[in-house]
């Protein structure tokens, strides 16, 4: 018997998550996907939503989910997993989704597992793969029956399509209480960025500690422009203060999968490694010959960086501009 599996999906900016539509995905190929969506926008968003995957949809449009921080969907959840008891929940690794997870696990007692980069059922049994420490991948499961979370790592999927899929659509009436509006949203201040985001960008230049002053990072921005491609960092340069937390690639920063993958004066330590070692092809400059991150290169050029990358991208340039 097929296993029900429910996906909490996200809006941004009155559609689905792409983040949340690549776990979508992943749950249609492992049984029965339904998703949930919540929100002043849910009845736009849910529109279309079963070619990403969804045989069903739960729909509830209250704004309250977007004025009131995670609680309303919360107690939404706890009610609905009572009432349809599936066999698992998976949720994006957003900043939201892990609130909501780790208040349903406390709440409800439902086992947890996060940064899960696979998994599937064998049988009743939920195998799923979760990288330790950069290198090591172990495999973890929930012993306890009913319904368990799993948060997947960013980018863990891709982008699936079921064309001509329809789903089925439940408008849910529900009264949400006025304890869980509690924690109101005064602000939503985005990040004025040019370029595409570091998720998105199909090239990445990142440096790192290597480049030795703040000051130097400029000539990873020119090169990332003169590519078409976005800026990122290590976690040591992050922690500095040379940049804001945004633009961290790793373990505890961002994951992502560019086709070209730029690193500048990084080491190649196991926990950045875990963050973009995904990339298709990835090219590094260390002067240090000696630097794990060439272990992973592709392209690997023993060099000042701060010599090397202005010639870059002057040479990058020069090419565009034939």
């Not at 960008?201 to 130097?216: D, M, Q, T, Y």
């Not at 272990?295 to 501009?321: N, Y």
């Amino acid at each position: 018997m097929a296993k029900t599996i429910w996906v909490l999906v996200e809006i941004e900016n009155g559609r689905p998550a792409r983040s949340s539509l690549e776990v979508l995905g992943k749950a249609a190929s492992l049984g029965h996907a339904e998703a949930i969506v919540l929100g002043s926008h849910a009845d736009e968003a849910a529109s279309g939503i079963g070619e990403y995957g969804a045989e069903k949809v739960y729909v509830h449009s209250d704004p309250a989910y977007d004025t009131y921080l995670t609680l309303p969907a919360v107690d939404t959840l706890s009610d609905l997993l009572k009432q349809h008891q599936p066999d698992l929940l998976m949720l994006a690794t957003t900043y939201d989704l892990r609130d909501i997870a780790a208040r349903l696990n406390a709440r409800n007692n439902m086992g947890l597992i996060t940064d899960a980069t696979d998994l599937q059922f064998e049988g009743d049994t939920l195998n799923v793969t979760v990288p330790w420490g950069g290198e090591t991948l172990v495999t973890a499961t929930l012993p306890e029956q009913g319904a368990g979370i799993v948060l997947t790592r960013p980018k863990a999927f891709g982008l699936e399509h079921f064309e001509g899929r329809t789903a089925e659509v439940e408008t849910l009436n529900i009264s949400l209480q006025a304890s869980s509006q509690v924690m109101k949203v005064l602000e939503r201040v985005e990040v004025e960025s040019e370029g595409p985001s570091l998720e998105d960008a199909s090239v990445i230049v990142s440096g790192g500690r290597g480049l030795g002053k703040a000051e130097n990072y400029r000539l990873v921005e020119e090169l990332a422009t003169a590519l078409g491609g976005a800026p990122g960092a290590t976690r040591a340069i992050v922690d500095a203060g040379w940049l804001p937390y945004s633009h961290q690639i790793g373990q505890t920063g961002k994951t992502v999968k560019p086709t070209l993958y730029v690193a500048i004066g990084i080491s190649g330590a196991i926990q950045h490694l875990a963050g973009m070692k995904g990339s298709r092809y990835i090219v590094a400059i260390n002067k240090d010959e000696h630097a794990p991150i060439f272990s992973v290169a592709d392209l690997g050029i023993v060099g000042d960086a701060l010599t090397i990358l202005p010639q870059l991208t002057q040479e990058v340039k020069k090419r565009k501009a034939q």
